[in-house]
């Protein structure tokens, strides 16, 4: 009798670290695939060398990029949703490519809503001429305002990882004849400056050096430089992230208002969490994935997102996922489990499903058959843990260092048990163990 309780604690503990480990140790990457820097390149005026040549270019390599369509060029309609079906941005570029854009910061975006299907829609807009319009008209429609050179106007070429001062003004260096960059070299040099910085740097170019590029015949580039930019970077893929303008812009709103909030639902092979902000424009959802880690000696996981399996893997210490926020509840279990005592006889895990998926799921431990009752153990407003359904039962709270800091029996229906400082605690009740967070 007594290995049992000995081993119900030191599963409760082990519990415990995992919580602990999750909620100290979940974060959520500076940059898509926790790489080092971002690189987006844009591509304006709605060339015909734009579907003919930058497309298959870019395929070559599995990158993305984001086109800046002129509504009234005659752009290559069905060539741009080609392109959009792949994964790359079509973009607005305004309709006539007048000074200040005319105006047309909401209709330009309707126009090519009329005519281009794309998971995010149009969220990204390039000024025609480099001018900068009126920019609450812009915020209202898009998620960032392109211009071109950040040096041009007293700005950095390159931003930091949170992006530009000034979501209406992101900066992008031009390419080719007239531009900064029109090596391979020079692209190169500019994703490693990114790679060093943590920061992300945008390019800007129009047609290709002796190719069709209808009315985008500004400052044309070698698109062999940008084949090799491109070879380069998916040699140093683990260290640059390359993506579309708006996709890039969508991930730093996220990780920057995006919280990991641990639930308390879990079983010591378990850990459960949501990732959660609250950014409302009605422009974008802001659903694009997150890549978070956490910290763990799990060797074998499964993680799933409101029940559907996210790709993961586990290295050095930690297990790595994409996952989108505000899109449910996110459980990672320990899919090589063993049972906790090899010793006895292995109860069935006890059934959880009529609660899987609420936040208040308990899932009994293995040692013994779970009773039936609705138990849950929570932190509610005040910042007090409280447990439900424990009547008659031992209740015992253990701290983050694993002492204990509360024991008492279960009286009502529903009582307070604990309050203290801000973290991490692991209540037990009967031998069911749960981890919640006193914020
Ligand atoms: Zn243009």
Not at 327 to 339: L, M, Q, S, T
Not at 400 to 428: D, I, W
Request: proline share 4%; with cysteine.
């Amino acid at each position: 009798m007594n290995y049992k309780k000995i081993s119900i604690a030191s599963v409760a503990v082990g519990m415990f670290a995992a919580g602990a480990a999750f909620a100290q140790n979940a974060e959520i990457a500076t940059w898509s695939g926790f790489r080092k820097g971002a690189a987006s390149f844009t591509f304006d005026d709605g060339a015909p060398s734009h579907v003919t040549d930058a497309g298959p270019t870019f395929k070559k390599y599995g990158y993305k990029a984001t086109f800046n369509i002129v509504v009234n060029w005659n752009p290559n309609w069905s060539g741009f949703q080609g392109l959009a079906d792949e994964g790359h941005e079509i973009a607005s570029h305004s309709n006539s490519h007048g000074n200040n854009m005319s105006g047309e910061e909401a209709s330009s975006k309707k126009a090519i809503e009329g005519k281009i299907k794309q998971k995010y829609g149009i969220i990204t807009v390039a000024y025609p001429n480099c001018n900068v319009p009126n920019e609450s008209a812009v915020k209202q429609n898009y998620i960032v305002g392109r211009i071109c050179n950040g040096s041009w106007k007293g700005m950095n070429d390159e931003m930091g990882k949170d992006g530009p001062s000034n979501w209406a003004q992101v900066p992008a260096t031009m390419t080719g004849a007239e531009g900064q960059l029109k090596t391979t070299n020079d692209f190169t040099g500019r994703m490693q400056k990114v790679i060093q910085s943590n920061g992300w740097a945008a390019f800007l170019t129009h047609g290709f050096q002796g190719k069709q590029n209808g009315n985008a015949n500004y400052s044309p580039t070698d698109l062999n430089a940008i084949d090799g930019a491109l070879k380069w970077a998916q040699q140093n893929d683990k260290d640059i992230w390359v993506a579309p303008m708006g996709y890039v812009a969508m991930y730093i709103k996220e990780r920057k208002a995006s919280k990991i909030e641990p639930q308390d639902g879990g079983a010591a092979n378990t850990m459960a969490f949501e990732l959660k902000h609250s950014i409302a424009d009605n422009i974008s959802k802001y659903d694009y994935p997150l890549s978070i880690r956490v910290k763990s000696d799990w060797k074998k996981v499964e993680v799933t997102q409101d029940g559907a399996k996210l790709e993961s893997k586990v290295d050095g210490g930690y297990i790595y996922f994409d996952a989108v926020p505000n899109a449910g509840k996110i459980v990672v279990k320990n899919a090589d489990a063993a049972p906790e005592s090899s010793s006895s006889a292995e109860p069935p895990q006890s059934s959880s499903s009529e609660v899987a998926g609420s936040s208040s799921s308990t899932t009994a431990l293995p040692m013994q058959a779970f009773d039936g009752r609705h138990l849950a153990a929570y932190v509610d407003a005040s910042g007090y843990i409280v447990v439900q359904g424990a009547q008659g039962m031992n209740i015992t709270v253990f701290n983050s260092l694993g002492n204990v800091v509360r024991t008492t029996k279960g009286l009502g229906f529903e009582q307070k048990v604990y309050t203290g400082a801000k973290g991490m605690y692991v209540v037990k009740i009967g031998n069911q163990a749960k981890a919640v967070n006193i914020k």
